[in-house]
């Protein structure tokens, strides 16, 4: 594609002990956009990033970064990318100013330290100490570390973990201008609403394969329902029931259950919970809790994969 700023095409990494993190993988994010990796840890969505960020070497396969590969033009790349890694450990004792001058200096041209630090809110801080900050903090720091060379492809592996709610939607408005300039931003996050607000596209990855690709909204379309009623049950035996029950309701397109937590995609609420209702109640079952909700893309995923993309792996950060 000539018009993407990355492609891979059959990504492999494999480790020493045979752990097969990547498997096959197909990307291409196309230049100028927002695009999203999605999964739970241990999905190799981690080192897939770091793949394409040069960090790591491939077991096979072929990858292109902004039109180079890295076996020829690591330097040229390095001058055209942005990275702020899931963890950014930065000198304790320089002072924030002093961090991003530091980092400035790694680059032909890009902004002004000041300018970088304005952008991520920490100008008040700009004498304080890196060791001095609190998470939130030392989280913008770092990817304030990630702009300052002006990039045109910026990679972001959890950015707003540890902020505050102000800061992280601060944040998204940084990125949203990033963005506008034709420049293009690879993001992973934990984040659903973060992910459906700022990817144009995004890819869910499990056990190192991509499982589903597409717009935000084509993907919380696939669920097949665009209202979610979750019902707790006092008891696994009335949960095991109610599952029972639903299946032969037309107005049920997907079910998901967990524990004694059932949770059921509708298309209507308003035509569907009252039915729903009338139905447990005729079985004699009782309701602990009762909550709905729009279908996001964590639904997305536990149709998919019948996990939530917040449980943990066995093998984690992968």
Not at 102 to 124: K, Q
Request: hydrophobic share 40%; with cysteine.
């Amino acid at each position: 594609m000539d018009d993407a700023a990355i492609v891979c095409r059959g990504l492999r990494k494999t480790y020493p002990q045979g752990v097969e993190a990547v498997r096959g993988l197909d990307l291409a994010v196309p230049r100028g956009s927002c695009f999203g990796l999605l999964g739970p840890n241990g999905a190799g969505k981690t080192t897939t990033v770091e793949i394409l960020e040069g960090l790591l070497e491939k077991t096979s396969g072929e990858v292109e970064v902004l039109g180079r590969r890295w076996e020829d033009s690591a330097r040229e790349i390095r001058e055209r990318i942005g990275v702020s890694l899931q963890e950014t450990r930065l000198a304790e004792k320089l002072q924030v100013l002093e961090t991003l001058r530091l980092f400035r200096s790694f680059y032909r041209s890009g902004l002004d330290p000041a300018e970088a630090m304005e952008l991520v809110g920490l100008s008040e801080k700009a004498k304080e100490r890196v060791g001095r900050l609190s998470g939130g903090q030392r989280q913008r720091l770092a990817v304030a570390t990630a702009m300052v060379g002006n990039p045109e492809l910026l990679f972001l592996d959890e950015p707003t973990t540890g902020l505050d709610p102000q800061a992280r939607r601060q944040l998204w408005d940084v990125l949203r201008a990033f963005r506008t300039e034709g420049r293009t931003i690879v993001l992973t996050t934990h984040y659903m609403d973060e992910a459906e607000r700022l990817c144009d596209e995004i890819a869910i990855v499990d056990r190192g394969q991509r499982i589903a690709l597409g717009t935000p909204k084509s993907l919380i379309g696939s669920v097949g329902g665009d209202h979610v009623i979750e019902v707790d049950f006092p008891s696994a035996d009335m949960s095991d029931r109610a599952e029972a029950l639903a299946k032969g309701w037309p107005q049920v397109q997907s079910a998901h259950r967990s524990g004694t937590t059932l949770e059921w995609n509708v298309r209507s609420l308003t035509e569907t919970l009252p039915d729903v209702l009338r139905r447990l109640e005729e079985a004699g079952l009782t309701l602990a809790e009762l909550r709905t909700r729009q279908a996001s893309l964590e639904d997305v995923f536990v149709k998919l994969t019948g996990r939530h993309l917040r449980e943990e792996s066995a093998i984690p950060h992968l």
